[in-house]
Nanobody, 120 residues
Framework: QVQLVESGGGLVQPGGSLRLSCAAS????????MGWYRQAPGKQRELVAG???????NYADSVKGRFTISRDWAKNMVFLQMNSLKPEDTAVYYC??????????????WGQGTQVTVSS
């Protein structure tokens, strides 16, 4: 199986920055995709940013130019640098991985979520 551990959330003032980290562990054969989603109260979970194994990245329009996703392929980690944060970025942020464990079928895995609150 694949386990995901996120860190880096917290409370920040508008205009501030945070960096989220997600580490994938377990008996992993391959990772095809790593990304970040978020869910605000009363709203559906939405894609924030994703990175494919070939290096292609994509971002939600609402975060383009402010957030940057990066990966450390050797350590099976993904990061989300969030700058110029706005109150509307407040949400629980989830790490998502599309991976093939050694002894199971390929699947989608989720972290436990980390709270990001942007408020003065």
């Amino acid at each position: 199986q694949v386990q995901l551990v996120e860190s880096g959330g917290g409370l920040v003032q508008p205009g501030g920055s945070l960096r989220l980290s997600c580490a994938a562990s377990g008996s992993i054969s391959s990772i095809y995709y790593m990304g970040w989603y978020r869910q605000a109260p009363g709203k559906q979970r939405e894609l924030v940013a994703g990175a494919l194994s070939g290096g292609v990245t994509n971002y939600a329009d609402s975060v383009k130019g402010r957030f940057t996703i990066s990966r450390d392929w050797a350590k099976n980690m993904v990061f989300l640098q969030m700058n110029s944060l706005k109150p509307e970025d407040t949400a629980v942020y989830y790490c998502n991985v599309d991976a093939k464990p050694l002894f199971n079928n390929r699947g989608s895995y989720w972290g436990q979520g980390t709270q990001v609150t942007v408020s003065s």
